[in-house]
């Protein structure tokens, strides 16, 4: 046997070497852990899924679980030696991004029982970072940022933000992810970016819904799919792993809380959630102008409430719709389990927590 080792060494020159001089050379190295899922270090993946469906508050939840040093998360195992996570949100203005972080850190803290020490594990980009990236500058800027933090799990909220080019470009695309994939591996960090996909529409979510050419694809580690139905259910997909396997067809459901808060639900087959969401879509013009105002208007969260008075403003009053075909569309949508109505004269989305 060591006759043979020795043999298997002398032929182990590279690139191209023999299969058992790769193995010789990683025994005794151990596999890299999962963080979450199919998620590891490091790695450069996404989370995708249409507007509003709560990719960034699904992944801030993920990273403040790392920071925090919970063992689960969605009631999956979770583990990140390095506990510093990078949130850059070049989507949203810092005002408004920093108040629903700390609302969502301060119920964090107080849900888990955390002293205040885990807080120093999470970094943001202020104001001074910019929103697009647009130059090598803009490029190494980030790097720096990374190796100055040296963080374990980095959020990029947008990948639409990494260029003016189109993404459906195949070379705009390489351009794109070749940054992005040595940064990941230089620095040994997970990367998660949030990435957009066409309106869903009650499809299921699959690797063909990424928006962008299919270099986008080819080059993720992990592609996770956050969807959710016309009916406001939400579900988390594992759409496709490098590493990991993976599983078409359960999904998990989740609600969002009022602090921004995921919470687990139960593991349903992706089919029987949207064949249900379907049964519930208005079914008439009057119906679905209803509802999408309703959506608009509360960019669809559904822990605001709206008051009859505000739908009169917002359509009475403008034309949309008369009064009578009003009370008649949300009495419709009431009885099909797309709106509730909490208390006389007020009305929400189904799916609040």
Known sequence: ??????????????????LDCMVLKLEGIPEPPRIFRGIIRPSLGCFFGPAKSGKTTLVENLAYSI?????????????????????????????????????QMDSFSKKHNLNA????????????????????AHWKLLEDEIEKVQPGFVMLDSLSRM?????????????????????????????????????????????????????????????IGINRTTANARYIKDVAYRYYP???DHVMRFTIDDNQLIEAGEDVYEADLISSASISLPVNDSDKIVHET???LTAGDESIILKTKELYQAMV??????????????????KSGVLVKPDKGCYRLVGSS
């Open 317 to 334: 009053s403008t034309g949309v719709v008369t009064r009578p075909t009003l009370h008649a569309a949300l009495k419709r949508l009431e």
């Open 294 to 296: 309703i959506i608009a």
């Open 246 to 248: 993976d599983d078409a």
């Open 117 to 136: 020490s885990w807080r120093e594990n999470v970094f943001v980009v202020d104001e001074s970072f910019p929103r697009y990236l647009l130059s090598n």
């Open 67 to 103: 920071a925090s040093g919970q063992e689960e998360f969605l009631g999956e195992p979770l583990f990140c030696e390095n506990k510093r996570v990078l949130l850059v949100s070049m989507e949203e203005y810092s005002r408004s991004r920093t108040s629903r972080n700390k609302k």
């Open 163 to 223: 260029t003016t080019d189109s993404i459906e470009d195949s070379s705009v695309a390489s351009k794109l992810m070749r940054p992005l994939r040595e940064m990941a591996h230089k620095h040994n960090v997970a990367v998660a970016l949030i990435h957009h996909s066409q309106k869903m529409d009650n499809r299921p979510i699959t690797i063909a819904s990424l928006a962008g050419s299919r270099i986008i694809s080819q080059e993720l580690d992990y592609m």
């Open 1 to 18: 046997m060591a006759d043979s080792l020795v043999q298997i060494a002398s032929n182990c020159q590279g690139p191209a070497l023999p």
